[in-house]
C-alpha cells in the first residue's frame, strides 16, 4: 500500500474496505464485487477477514503498548477469543500475519484462499494504521 493510500484512511473501515479491496482485486473481483464492497455496512464488514487482521492489529498496539511483549499480547488475545472457539497450539513464529492465518484457518473462512504473501503485506499495513490510530 503506498503513502497515498494510507493518507486517506481515517477510520477503522476505510482500513478494512482498503485491504479488502485489494485482495478482492488479487482474487480477481469483477467490478461490480468491488463496488458492492464500498457500498457494504459495518456488519457486513466486521465479516471480513481484514476485520479481523485489523482488530487483531489494534489490540496488539494497544496491548504492547500497556507493556506486553508481542507474545504476550497474542496470548491474551487469544485467551480471550478462544472463549469462543477453542484453539490449538499458537503458530511459530508468531507474528500478526501467522495469528491471523491460525484464526482463518480456525474459524473457516468462506470464499477463495487469501495468499500468505496478501496476509504479510495486509498485516503490516494494518500495524501501522493502527499505531498511526493509537498516537492520535
Known amino acids: 500500500m503506498d503513502r497515498v493510500h494510507e493518507s486517506l ?24 464485487v468491488l463496488r458492492a464492497l464500498e457500498e457494504a ?3 457486513v464488514l466486521m465479516g471480513l477477514p481484514e476485520n479481523t487482521l485489523q482488530t487483531c492489529a489494534e489490540s496488539l498496539v494497544v496491548l504492547t503498548a500497556q507493556g506486553l511483549t508481542e507474545e504476550e499480547a497474542f496470548r491474551r488475545i ?3 477469543r478462544s472463549q469462543f472457539v477453542p484453539g490449538t497450539t499458537l503458530p511459530r513464529p508468531l507474528t500478526l500475519a501467522t495469528y491471523v492465518r491460525y484464526r482463518l484457518d480456525l474459524e473457516s473462512v468462506p470464499g ?8 504479510t503485506e495486509a ?14
Do not use: N
Not at 477463495?112 to 496476509?119: F, R, V
Open 9 to 32: 484512511m481515517t477510520t477503522r473501515w476505510d482500513i478494512v474496505k482498503q485491504l479488502a479491496r485489494r485482495r478482492l482485486m488479487l482474487q480477481g473481483a469483477s467490478d461490480a
Open 41 to 43: 455496512s459495518e456488519d
Open 78 to 80: 487469544e485467551q480471550h
Open 112 to 119: 477463495p484462499p487469501i495468499s500468505d504473501d496478501y496476509l
Open 123 to 136: 498485516a503490516s499495513y494494518a500495524l501501522r494504521a493502527a499505531r498511526a490510530a493509537f498516537r492520535r
